[in-house]
């Protein structure tokens, strides 16, 4: 069975910094590229980042750039996406995400992100 499990999230003040963490399972994920989706209360979900298993590479949406880091580790077969400098607006729910293409295959359970003012 495949699944994301994610975890970290929680609340912190403006400007403060919170950890996500996916860990995939159930199958190889190595064509894949694994993402972060948020929806906030009210809106539609959208994309925030993602990173190609294979090799690395990243993109961002723009409002995160420069504040969130995806990454990867392979040993631990564990992705991470590091959020500084949080803002209110980065309040919603994240979602982990396996993509192949432009094809969603796989998401995560979800864990909330409070940024508080």
């Known amino acids: 069975q495949v699944q994301l499990a994610q975890s970290g999230g929680g609340m912190v003040q403006t400007g403060g910094s919170l950890r996500l963490s996916c860990a995939p399972s159930?199958?190889?994920?190595?064509?894949?590229?694994l993402g972060w989706f948020r929806q906030a209360p009210g809106k539609e979900r959208e994309f925030v980042a993602q990173?190609?298993?294979?090799?690395?590479?990243?993109d961002y949406v723009n409002s995160v750039k420069g504040r969130f880091t995806i990454s990867r580790d392979i040993a631990k077969n564990t992705m991470y996406l590091q959020m500084n400098n949080l803002k209110p607006e980065d309040t919603a729910v994240y979602y982990c995400?396996?993509?192949?293409?432009?094809?969603?295959?796989?998401w995560g359970q979800g864990t909330q992100v409070t940024v508080s003012s």
């Open positions: 990173i190609l298993w294979k090799d690395g590479s990243a």
């Open positions: 159930g199958r190889t994920f190595s064509n894949y590229a």
């Open positions: 995400a396996a993509m192949l293409g432009h094809q969603i295959d796989y």
